[in-house]
């Protein structure tokens, strides 16, 4: 499986989780239907600045759309993350790293 392939398998994944057609997504992204259509069945490459336009559609990390990707290349199907389960996943870093930073700002604080 190629790349493309994989990442349209995964744009295709995301839009019918959020119960999005098509046809709205490639207006709100601003492409033809036909462009859109072409990265699920991928036969296009997506830049990156089009990843972010399409997280921001479907109000998502664009670390879900890449990942979602490599599920796609690496694993089975029966192995693959929901959207949600990549939504809580992110929740569950981002307070840690937040964890992280509070504890080290906390001791440089102590020590000046």
Same mark, same amino acid.
């Given at each position: 499986m190629t790349i493309k392939k994989s990442f349209g398998l995964a744009l295709k994944e995301v839009r019918r989780a959020k119960r999005m057609t098509q046809a709205e997504c490639s207006a709100l992204a601003e492409i033809t239907q036909a462009q859109w259509s072409s990265y699920e069945l991928g036969k296009s490459h997506v830049t990156l600045d089009n990843?972010?336009? /399409?997280?921001?559609?479907?109000?998502? &990390?664009?670390? !879900?759309? !890449? /990942?979602? @990707?490599? &599920?796609?290349?690496?694993?089975?199907?029966?192995?693959?993350? @929901?959207?949600? &389960?990549? %939504? %809580?996943?992110?929740? %569950? !870093?981002?307070n840690r790293r937040k964890e992280k930073i509070k504890a080290k700002l906390e001791l440089l604080e102590r020590e000046h």
């Open positions: 990843v972010i336009k /399409m997280s921001k559609i479907f109000n998502v &990390d664009p670390f !879900i759309l !890449i /990942m979602k @990707s490599f &599920d796609h290349l690496r694993f089975p199907q029966e192995f693959h993350l @929901s959207v949600q &389960d990549y %939504e %809580e996943f992110l929740v %569950e !870093i981002y």
